[in-house]
């Protein structure tokens, strides 16, 4: 069965660096986009940023600049490096990816559990 499982929250003051990580396993085929989202308190999620399986990259406009995403096609993790982090920056950040699961006939969305990111000082 994939699994998506995030590391790298934490709490870190205004202006510093954080950089998440989500690594896939399970019987993977293929894996097609990958994504961060987060979800703030009381607010919907919103998708962070965008990476293809071909290193194409798009992001929300509140984040360009600051945050990277990045990939492994081989080890199948996903990155985000994120820099100047704010107060607004502090949410629940999920792992997202498009994956070809063994056994099964197309892709499906798989979602990280959430890893908490508190922004303060």
């Known amino acids: 069965q994939v699994q998506l499982v995030e590391s790298g929250g934490g709490l870190v003051q205004p202006g510093g660096s954080l950089r998440l990580s989500c690594a896939a396993s399970?019987?993977?085929?293929?894996?097609?986009?990958m994504a961060w989202h987060r979800q703030a308190s009381g607010e919907q999620r919103e998708l962070v940023a965008t990476?293809?399986?071909?290193?194409?990259?798009k992001y929300a406009d509140s984040v360009k600049g600051r945050f990277t995403i990045s990939r492994d096609n081989y080890k199948n993790t996903v990155d985000l490096q994120m820099n100047s982090l704010t107060p607004e920056d502090t949410a629940v950040y999920y792992c997202?990816?498009?994956?070809?699961?063994?056994?099964?006939?197309?892709?499906?969305?798989?979602w990280g559990q959430g890893t908490q990111v508190t922004v303060s000082s």
């Open positions: 997202n990816a498009n994956i070809h699961e063994r056994g099964r006939m197309t892709y499906y969305n798989y």
């Open positions: 399970g019987m993977i085929l293929s894996i097609n986009t």
């Open positions: 990476i293809t399986s071909g290193g194409r990259t």
